[in-house]
């Protein structure tokens, strides 16, 4: 089930990202809000509109770390899905649609083979798929387009430091050595990845022809999955995530 939302949403984002004509840019709109009634559902998120007023815009933000005040309970619900199915696709045995956050404790009640994350330094860290990073590099260019003063994110060069660290190459041997890379996240939480990131473009796609508050609310959807995805991998403390207590 996840597999088709991940491959309907999919490919809407490609069909979008080609779109010129005025009346298939208006389909992008619409596109990203069915997306979000499908996001809200495997996020067990309220989608309905939120009485919170933001207390910040997006276009202000310029420094990391970012703020998380702007997170209402529907941005939270996403960020904490895609943070329990980042650490799914690294600690084996783990559900990444568990309601509550992951944190050290739910190994003790998990059958766990493999364990592809690292503790150290000021957040825990650990990977993703190949498709999953590409994604977030080019979305994340995509944002630096659009928020022209925001502090620049130097993705890439995170990837290949994190490449040579000793946690991340011991992990790697590991994976290729037991042939287990297609078995470690057992619940579809790789196609869920997937799902949100697309979710994300879609967002992107419809701020770029948006303005005001519309602009507003939907580069937040896509920060809600951006700032999880990129600060698990990059292990710097760049995002204050509102829903991580556990490290």
Same mark, same amino acid.
């Given at each position: ?175 290729? %050595?037991?042939? &287990?890379?297609?078995?470690? $996240?057992?619940? @579809? ?7 949100? =990131? #697309? *979710? !994300? %473009?879609?967002? &992107?796609?419809?701020?770029? $022809?948006?303005? @005001? ?7 937040? =959807? #896509? *920060? !809600? ?21 556990? *490290?």
């Amino acid at each position: 089930m996840i597999s088709i939302l991940s491959g309907a949403l999919s490919n809407l984002v490609d069909a979008s990202s080609l779109c010129e004509e005025k009346s298939l840019v208006d389909l992008i709109q619409v596109g990203s809000m069915k997306a979000r009634h499908l996001i809200s559902t495997i996020c067990m998120a309220d989608n309905a509109p939120s009485n919170q007023k933001s207390t910040t815009n997006v276009e202000s933000w310029r420094a990391f770390p970012l703020p998380f005040s702007w997170q209402n309970g529907f941005h939270e619900k996403i960020s904490l899905r895609a943070y329990n199915m980042c650490v799914a696709c690294c600690v084996s045995g783990f559900s990444g649609w568990e309601p509550s956050e992951f944190n050290l404790e739910s190994l003790y009640s998990s059958d766990v083979n493999f364990f592809g994350i690292t503790l150290e330094g000021a957040c825990v860290a650990g990977f993703l798929p190949q498709s999953a990073t590409t994604a977030i590099g080019e979305q994340w260019e995509d944002i630096s387009s659009i928020l022209k003063d925001m502090e620049t994110l130097p993705f890439d060069l995170h990837l290949e430091e994190r490449s040579k660290e000793s946690w991340y190459e011991k992990a790697m041997k590991i994976i290729e %050595k037991d042939r &287990i890379g297609d078995s470690i $996240s057992l619940y @579809g939480e790789d196609d869920g990845i997937s799902a949100l =990131l #697309s *979710f !994300s %473009k879609l967002s &992107i796609l419809a701020a770029q $022809s948006s303005d @005001g508050v519309e602009k507003d609310e939907l580069l937040k =959807l #896509s *920060f !809600s999955v951006l700032l999880p995805v990129v600060r698990w991998i990059k292990r710097l403390h760049f995002y204050t995530f509102v829903c991580v207590h556990g *490290f």
